[in-house]
C-alpha cells in the first residue's frame, strides 16, 4: 500500500506545575488515514544520559488519553537513554477529532487506526533510532498487538499494559452488547453515545471513577485536563463500542496471535475493572513469544499506579530494553543476552 508519510513541526504540548514536557523534545502534527491531522511528539534523551540513543520507544495511549498524560512515564524511559515517539490517536487528545461534539468518544474503523499507526512509523522512519520498543495501554495496546499480526515488521520488542482485548461490559452480557450495537449502527446511531451516556469528564472524581489508587497522580492529571479542555473525550459513542468489539475479537484469533515472534510482555493490573484479565492470561500463552505478568491489587491504569506498582513494569521494561538494546558491555568476555521472556518471577507479581 502507498502511504503518503508528511509531518510538520510546532505541535502544542501542554504542561502544568508538576507535570510539564520533558526536555528536548517536540511536538508535530502528520498526516493519518485519509489526510486527517493527528499530532505526534518526539523527545530524544540527554547527552549525559546516553552519548547515542540506545533505541526508540513508541508510546500509544488507551482511549481518551492523550500525550500529556504519559509525560512521567516518558521522561522515565528518557532516563534509561531511549528516544521516545509518542502520539495521540484519532479522535482524542489534539488530534482531528470525528464528530462536531469533542467530547464524543468515537470510532469507525480498526483498519484507520492501524493505518495512522503505519503512517506514524513512516513519518519517523529516519528519526527514530532502531531498535524499536512498543508500548501500549488499553485500546492502544490492542492496536500495537494488532499491528504487529498484520505484519509490521520494524519492532523489537513490545510492552503491552492491560491490552483492550476483551472490555467487561457490567451486568450485560457480551451477547446482549452485540445485539444493540447492531442495531445502533443499523439505525444511523453510531454517533450517539452510549445509553445517552456523555459521561462528562469534568464531573470526575477520585472516589468515583479512578482507574488508578494513586491520588496524586489522578490529581495531577485533573489539573492537567482543566488546563487545556480540549484533550478532554467523554463517554463513547455506538460506534466506538463496536470498534472495540471488532478490535478484541479479531486481535484474539489463535493463529494472528501465533503469528507475533518478537517478544510481546503483557503487564496486566489484578484489580482491573476495564478489561478481563483471564482474557490477557490466555492470549499471552498463545503469542509466538508471549509473557504475562500480573499486577496484584493495581487499577486499570497501572502506569498511573502508585510507586511499587509502576515499579513491575518499568522492571520488564528494562528486561526488555536489555534484550534488544543491551548496554554496552566493557568485560573482556561479552555476555549473552539475556531472553526476558524466560525471567524468573518475582515477589510481589505472577508471570506465565
Known sequence: MNRVAAYAANAPLMGVPGA???????????????????RA????????????????????????EPI??????????????????????RGQGLSARLLPDRLKGHARAVEEFLD?????????ETRAPRPW???????????????LQMG?????????????????TGKRSMWSV????????????????????PDDPFEHSFENDALTSDETRYELW?????????????????????????????????????????????????????VWKQTNRWASKRLGRGRYVEVPGAKHEVLMETDPMRAVFLEEFDAMADYVSPVQDLSPTPQPKADPLAMPETPGQQAS
Open 133 to 147: 520498543i512498543m508500548v501500549g495501554h488499553s485500546m492502544g495496546g490492542a492496536l500495537n498487538l494488532m499491528s
Open 152 to 168: 509490521e515488521s520494524r519492532i523489537s520488542g513490545a510492552l503491552l499494559s492491560a491490552p483492550m482485548l476483551k472490555i467487561k
Open 222 to 274: 485533573r489539573q492537567q485536563l482543566y488546563a487545556c479542555p480540549h484533550l478532554a473525550v467523554g463517554g463513547p459513542t455506538w460506534g466506538w463500542l463496536g470498534f472495540a468489539i471488532d478490535l478484541g475479537e479479531r486481535a484474539l484469533k489463535p493463529k494472528a496471535l501465533k503469528a507475533v515472534k518478537i517478544p510481546v510482555a503483557i503487564v496486566q493490573p489484578g484489580e482491573d475493572d476495564r
Open 68 to 89: 500529556e498524560k504519559y509525560f512521567e512515564l516518558i521522561g522515565n524511559l528518557l532516563a534509561r537513554g531511549f528516544c521516545v515517539l509518542a502520539h495521540d490517536w
Open 178 to 197: 452485540k445485539l444493540a450495537v447492531r442495531w445502533n449502527l443499523r439505525h444511523g446511531k453510531a454517533g450517539d453515545y452510549v445509553l445517552d451516556d
Open 20 to 38: 510539564s514536557p520533558p526536555p528536548h523534545g517536540e511536538g508535530e502534527w502528520f498526516r493519518g488515514a485519509g489526510g486527517l491531522r493527528l
Open 116 to 124: 495512522d499507526y503505519a503512517r506514524l512509523l513512516d513519518a519517523f
Open 41 to 64: 511528539a518526539f523527545w530524544t534523551p540527554s547527552t549525559l544520559v546516553a552519548a547515542k540513543p540506545r533505541g526508540t520507544v513508541i508510546l500509544s495511549p488507551g482511549r481518551t
